[in-house]
């Protein structure tokens, strides 16, 4: 069965980096897009980023856009997320995606 599995969240002091990563099993992954969620308490799930199955194209929420990049890995079917100089506002669970399925989130904080 599709399973995504996100691993790199954590706690990280604001203008710090983190590189989620999530892979994927049960389809293949090659054909799909990809993207990153995700939601901070009391919020609604939101769009971070988006990955063609290629990875020739890319799109970004204007809150992350020049700072955050997606990527992908079609040989070891890993999609990616590298954030740097992260807010406090940025802090939320991050999810995986592709059309039907979900991971279960990664926790990302970034306090002082």
């Known amino acids: 069965q599709v399973q995504l599995v996100e691993s790199g969240g954590g706690l990280v002091q604001p203008g710090g980096s983190l590189r989620l990563s999530c892979a994927a099993s049960?389809?293949?992954?090659?054909?799909?897009?990809m993207k990153w969620y995700r939601q901070a308490p009391g919020k609604e799930r939101e769009l971070v980023a988006g990955?063609?199955?290629?990875?020739?194209?890319?799109n970004y929420a204007d809150s992350v856009k020049d700072r955050f990049t997606i990527s992908r890995d079609n040989f070891k079917n890993t999609v990616y997320l590298q954030m740097r100089s992260l807010k406090p506002e940025d802090t939320a669970v991050y999810y995986c995606?592709?059309?039907?399925?979900w991971g279960q989130g990664t926790q990302v904080t970034v306090s002082s």
């Open positions: 995606n592709r059309a039907g399925a």
């Open positions: 049960g389809f293949t992954f090659s054909n799909y897009w």
């Open positions: 990955i063609s199955s290629t990875g020739g194209n890319t």
